[in-house]
């Protein structure tokens, strides 16, 4: 892990993000490879061209690697591992509306400025997350059913570049 002041990370979820669902569906259909024909492999060089270090923060874990490294073109990437979650944390995370990655992905962080790119962002999560982590953090929303666009690249870009300076 690098150390609390050097490049920010950017946690990169799949399914919504990479793989958008497509007008008129909320979730995947099938196995999960099954939205594959809908990755555009360019995201990978404009993922690179970021000045953050790119984690797989997806349910996908190790399969993200296999399936969808090589064909955006990336090596290989760090993969966040998901721990069972206790019951008494769960109902706090419903209570609160915090996404179930939210906690994982602010210990994995510890402290370091860090970029979340997913479908299911919401409003409990950006607070929790700026109540309980140390550093500066974007909580990006990807809309599901169109994946990463231009759009959302000029906002993290816009982000990391002010973070910069």
Same mark, same amino acid.
């Given at each position: 892990?690098e150390?609390?002041?050097g490049?920010?990370?950017l946690?990169?979820?799949?399914?919504?993000?990479?793989?958008?669902?497509?007008?008129g569906?909320?979730?995947?259909?099938? +196995?999960?490879?099954?939205l594959?024909d809908?990755l555009d492999?360019?995201?990978?060089?404009?993922?690179?061209?970021?000045?953050?270090?790119?984690?797989?923060?997806?349910?996908?874990?190790?399969?993200?690697?296999?399936?969808?490294a090589?064909?955006?073109?990336?090596?290989?990437?760090?993969?966040?591992?998901?721990?069972?979650?206790?019951?008494e944390?769960?109902?706090?995370?419903?209570?609160?509306?915090v996404?179930?990655?939210?906690?994982?992905?602010?210990g994995w962080?510890?402290?370091?400025?860090?970029?979340?790119?997913d479908? +299911?962002?919401?409003?409990?999560?950006?607070?929790?997350?700026?109540?309980?982590?140390?550093?500066?953090?974007?909580?990006?929303?990807? +809309?599901?059913?169109?994946g990463?666009? +231009?759009?959302?690249?000029?906002v993290?870009?816009?982000?990391?570049?002010?973070?910069?300076?």
């Open positions: 892990m150390s609390s002041s490049r920010p990370v946690f990169l979820d799949v399914d919504g993000t990479l793989l958008p669902f497509g007008p569906r909320a979730s995947p259909v099938g +196995e999960p490879g099954a594959l809908r492999c360019r995201l990978g060089r404009r993922l690179t061209s970021l000045s953050a270090g790119l984690v797989w923060a997806t349910t996908w874990e190790d399969e993200a690697n296999t399936e969808l090589a064909r955006l073109g990336l090596p290989p990437l760090p993969v966040v591992r998901w721990p069972e979650s206790s019951p944390t769960e109902r706090e995370d419903r209570w609160f509306g996404h179930w990655k939210t906690r994982t992905l602010v962080a510890h402290g370091r400025p860090f970029v979340w790119v479908d +299911e962002i919401a409003d409990g999560d950006r607070e929790w997350v700026l109540a309980r982590h140390s550093g500066p953090a974007l909580l990006h929303r990807v +809309e599901p059913n169109r990463l666009e +231009e759009r959302d690249f000029a993290i870009r816009e982000w990391l570049r002010a973070l910069s300076s």
